[in-house]
């Protein structure tokens, strides 16, 4: 699934710029999240197509968070350092110890859908707010992938039961 090639700006006169930044903001904590989710859990996965796959995905929330981060700039924001949410690195940590408890790859895929439903959360959310039309088809080109994804490593978390 391709994203658009072009950033939209931020700003339009029906919307403020603070809660599009605030709303973006959260996506991108969400997509931190993701990416190092994917990469941490891909490293500790036994399964070479799930291990691809994850590293592939780790890479795909860089890219998401990039082209928000650029709506961003292009909408005068230029301060935008986040880090992800607590949250996700409580996760992270958890999956680490499940992982070294021995669960294998169900407990490890078993973390991951966990943390595609909070993605899919942020991204709902984000979705029910109003936004600039761009910013709009931005977000839903991104929510179509990560629901596509949730659905691929809740099937993957089925067939190593």
């Known amino acids: ?17 603070e809660e599009v930044e605030e709303t973006l903001r959260s996506v991108i ?11 941490q859990i891909g490293e500790k996965l036994d399964d070479p197509t799930l291990k691809s796959y994850f590293m ?3 890479l795909k929330r860089a890219s998401f968070r990039g ?10 924001v230029h301060d935008v350092k986040e880090t992800g949410t607590a949250t996700g690195a409580i996760q992270r940590a958890w999956a680490d110890i499940k992982s070294k408890l ?8 078993e973390t991951a859908e966990a ?17 600039p ?3 709009h088809q931005l977000l839903s080109t991104q929510y179509a ?13 089925d067939s190593k039961k």
């Open 1 to 17: 699934m391709t994203t658009a090639t072009t950033t939209p700006n931020i700003t339009t006169a029906a919307t403020p710029n």
């Open 29 to 39: 904590q969400s997509l931190i999240d993701g990416q190092e989710g994917f990469r």
């Open 56 to 58: 592939a995905e780790s």
């Open 67 to 76: 082209e928000l981060e650029t709506s961003l700039h292009r909408g005068g």
């Open 102 to 109: 021995g669960g294998g790859d169900h407990t490890l895929l």
């Open 115 to 131: 943390g595609e439903d909070i993605a899919k959360k942020a991204y709902k959310d984000a979705l029910q707010k109003e936004l």
């Open 133 to 135: 039309m761009p910013v």
């Open 145 to 157: 992938h990560i629901q596509i994804s949730h659905d691929y490593v809740k099937a993957a978390r």
